[in-house]
């Protein structure tokens, strides 16, 4: 099995930068790719930004595009997010996600990824 755990959440300031990080712990050698999934309250999980371990593709959506950048460190088995120039709409809890498989062309995909973090809340203020 594996475990992931994020931290570096808080409170920042419209404008602000914040950088989360998701440590993977166990059998992390069968982990493909590593993405990001944010949740505000009343909405549905959303995909934030993936990276595949093998080849460091990386995909974003597009309303953090230029702002997040999402990297690995694959001797450390660990996953940043640095979120700058964060706006009030990126409130919102967010998960680190593993997946066993490549996901160069689906990794906005929550079903498949199999292991989750607990999640770290991100608040934004205006």
């Known amino acids: 099995q594996v475990q992931l755990a994020e931290s570096g959440g808080g409170l920042v300031q419209a404008g602000g930068s914040l950088r989360l990080s998701c440590a993977a712990s166990?059998?992390?050698?069968?982990?493909?790719?590593m993405g990001w999934f944010r949740q505000a309250p009343g909405k549905e999980r959303e995909f934030v930004a993936g990276?595949?371990?093998?080849?460091?593709?990386?995909a974003y959506v597009d309303s953090v595009k230029g702002r997040f950048t999402i990297s690995r460190d694959n001797a450390k088995a660990t996953v940043a997010l640095q979120m700058n120039s964060l706006k009030p709409e990126d409130t919102a809890a967010y998960y680190c996600?593993?997946?066993?498989?490549?996901?160069?062309?689906?990794?906005?995909?929550?079903?498949?990824?199999?292991?989750w973090g607990q999640g770290t809340q991100v608040t934004v203020s205006s």
């Open positions: 990276v595949n371990w093998s080849d460091d593709s990386t």
């Open positions: 996600a593993g997946s066993p498989r490549s996901l160069s062309r689906a990794m906005g995909a929550p079903s498949r990824y199999d292991y």
């Open positions: 166990g059998r992390t050698f069968i982990l493909y790719t």
